[in-house]
């Protein structure tokens, strides 16, 4: 058993499969890295059963573990949290389910909102009132009786959100207190802590999403703690939504910021990749085994939102969602994977997604008992992927299972031939990805003939070339590890935490002074994060900003102040940075507007001195001829059959690749569809040019 200093282990769950990668954390030096089946009932098995397979050949005792999980999302999306009461001011108990009383659908007949997870008879008013400047109104009252009524009610978790508590919470703290001390098993959530802004109905939904699935998260994040210590794990870390990582102590304390922890892993790898190898704008696509997600990466930086709406699509339906107030990589994302289920609808029409047959059980071909045909099969039913690709990886692969079932399913029906029906479930599954590429592109004003399109995931590279085509991209790039992507980026990120506070002032009638103290408060509340998470190689000062808007408006603009410990800008500069920014973002500013600052925001990080990102950087090779490792009969649409060579990337470093092939690629297959070419790295990034689109 080897052992290693350093060692550091990302682990990402998936819905099909769960992801590792282990390596020496300071040398950059990879030892491992593989592909296991996921537990859906019980996520938290499969990064045991990981973690004791890395421990058969490594020694584990000392191991920093990073791990991305859907565990929050799914408690939410599959509505298992918990039985959920929420206290607020009296008369505002219906905000959650007035919402912002906007439509999915503006001329929809058939419009489905999202449930409230805290029901009416759950919602509990409560007589106090603090005004919008702080000022008591009210003194609460009859906390005892109000206590006893929640008890009664059969919740087990409590989200508080009393009105303009982001300007005075000291109703809320009481209230917390007091429930706390009558009833020390409850989770409580209190909006002061979580989302200390304004807007009631976004801060009241922020709030109540983390009470839902605290109990959830909490019990997992502390039983998977604990049994990764009892095997030697010296520390434990989750990703978060904002790509950064946290210890379990806080992310049973903020289960929100955790809603989008995989997703964010991805990006955060490909934000590494992009400024380790000078490709600055880069479109993340990642495909796997549920979904299809897809983000921007510019000038080597993600794209970061602090906003944004959970479980929005229910069966390919727009229903709202749930509003969250957190910062979070900016991604798109639709029930696109190698499970998507393909199904005639009652028109007779082909479709594909967003119901998918998950791990269990599973498409047809991995003969897990699925009998729908999903796009995997497609895939198996062409030849693009096949028995020997799967070795080790738990799957019993066979194709007749997935001839039969797209046969049955789609060919018969329609009349076609089962190729026919096999390209046609692959191309509809590419239409609707490269439709998100385009909503998180060029629905926001990018032209995504100005990036490379990085594709990750066990699907994503193969289908990457047909993306990349369909949305006119200049070149694909699949990265090294592009099936292992997300655990790669579980260990990239720095720990990190963002405080904010609610201020709502003209920017003129802030004294300096004032400003000053706002952010030494904030300073505060991320130095007690900061307690509870390793302390690394550097500790960055905070970077301090202030989300600014012109006067009755409803959007703000992010503006740095510096980092802490630097002097802060005078109002002025403050004005003029805003105003600059404002002209950047939308072509014209307002000169006679007056400047509000809504929020002051600290970022507060440590950097844990891990070089994963080492994996990336590639020096030159001599060209060389590739060794094709074997042959497979594909099948073309006409349903002629060719013989088409498959590689190793191993056996492909250095080296020119002319399609059509298939390239094994780290728990992934990469598709080069015939004329095109891919150069070989010598770290096994792979890039393949596309012809250029006229502008």
């Not at 919008?132 to 508080?160: C, F, N, T």
């Not at 809603?259 to 000078?278: D, K, Y």
């Not at 990466?297 to 339906?317: C, K, N, W």
Request: negative net charge; proline residues 5%; hydrophobic residues 40%.
């Amino acid at each position: 058993m080897t052992q290693v200093n350093e060692l550091l282990i990302g682990i990402d769950v998936g819905g099909t499969f769960t992801d590792a990668i282990v390596f020496d954390s300071r040398k950059g030096t990879l030892l491992a890295a593989f592909k296991i089946a996921s537990s859906p009932s019980d996520p938290g098995r499969a990064v045991i059963a990981a973690t004791e397979k890395i421990s058969q050949t490594v020694d584990v005792r000392g191991a920093v573990v990073c791990h991305g999980t859907t565990v929050g999302t799914n408690t939410l999306i599959e509505r298992k949290g918990s039985r959920t009461a929420l206290l607020t001011t009296s008369g505002f108990t219906d905000v959650v389910e007035l919402r912002r009383q906007d439509r999915p659908k503006l001329y929809g007949f058939d419009v489905r909102i999202s449930e409230p997870l805290a029901p009416r008879e759950l919602r509990f008013g409560v007589e106090e009132r603090v005004g919008a400047d702080g000022a008591v109104v009210r003194p609460i009252q009859a906390v005892p009786e109000l206590i006893e009524q929640v008890r009664k009610s059969g919740a087990s978790a409590v989200a508080i959100c009393l009105l303009h508590a982001y300007a005075n919470d000291a109703h809320e703290r009481e209230l917390a207190d007091a429930i706390s001390a009558a009833w020390p098993e409850a989770y409580i959530s209190r909006s002061s802590d979580i989302c200390p802004e304004f807007g009631e109905y976004e801060r009241s939904s922020t709030t109540l999403v983390n009470a839902y699935i605290g109990q959830a998260v909490g019990g997992y994040v502390s039983s998977l703690s604990r049994e990764l210590r009892d095997k030697g794990v010296k520390r434990f870390l989750i990703v978060k939504s904002n790509g950064g990582l946290t210890s379990p102590e806080n992310a049973a304390r903020y289960p929100v910021h955790l809603i989008e922890s995989g997703p964010a892993a991805q990006l955060t790898a490909a934000a590494a990749f992009a400024r380790a190898t000078g490709c600055p704008n880069l479109i993340a696509f990642d495909m796997g085994g549920t979904t299809a997600k897809a983000g921007v990466i510019r000038g080597g930086q993600p794209e970061m939102t602090s906003e944004f709406y959970a479980d929005r699509l229910v069966d390919g339906h727009e229903v709202g969602g749930y509003a969250i107030r957190s910062s979070v990589l900016d991604l798109v994302e639709i029930g696109a994977g190698g499970g998507s289920i393909a199904f005639l609808d009652e028109a007779n029409v082909l479709k594909v997604g967003p119901r998918s047959a998950s791990a269990h059980p599973g498409p047809a071909c991995y003969s897990r008992g699925g009998d729908l045909p999903t796009v995997t099969d497609a895939h198996a039913v062409i030849g693009t992927l096949t028995p020997e690709l799967f070795v080790d990886s738990g799957v019993a692969f066979d194709r007749n299972a997935a001839v039969d079932a797209i046969k049955r399913n789609i060919a018969d029906p329609l009349g076609w031939t089962v190729v026919r029906a096999a390209y046609a479930i692959i191309d509809i599954a590419v239409a609707n990805m490269a439709e998100m590429v385009r909503l998180a592109t060029t629905h926001r004003g990018l032209d995504p003939r100005d990036f490379s399109l990085l594709a990750s995931g066990g699907a994503g590279p193969l289908h990457a070339t047909s993306v990349g085509q369909e949305i006119g991209a200049r070149e694909i790039i699949i990265p090294p590890l592009p099936g292992m992507f997300s655990a790669l980026g579980a260990t990239l990120g720095a720990v990190r935490h963002e405080v904010t506070q609610t201020v709502f002032r003209d920017l003129r009638s802030l004294d300096p002074n004032e400003l000053s103290g706002i952010f030494a408060q904030l300073s505060d509340r991320a130095d007690e994060l900061l307690a509870a998470e390793p302390q690394g190689a550097a500790r960055p000062a905070p970077e301090r900003m202030v989300e600014a808007r012109f006067a009755g408006q409803l959007f703000q603009l992010r503006i740095s102040l510096g980092r802490e410990g630097e002097p802060l800008p005078a109002i002025d500069d403050i004005e003029r940075r805003f105003r600059d920014a404002y002209r950047k973002e939308y072509g014209f500013e307002l000169p006679d507007a007056r400047v509000q600052i809504v929020n002051c925001r600290l970022i507060a990080s440590i950097d844990l001195g891990y070089r994963g990102d080492r994996l990336f950087v590639t020096e030159e090779l001599p060209s060389g001829t590739a060794t094709i490792s074997r042959k497979v009969a594909f099948l073309a649409r006409d349903g002629k059959e060719l013989s088409i060579p498959v590689y190793r990337i191993t056996d492909a470093l250095g080296c020119s690749l002319t399609g059509p092939c298939i390239i094994e690629h780290s728990g992934s297959t990469v598709w080069i569809h015939g004329e095109q070419v891919a150069q070989i790295g010598a770290s096994g990034q792979v890039i393949v040019a596309l012809t250029k689109v006229a502008r």
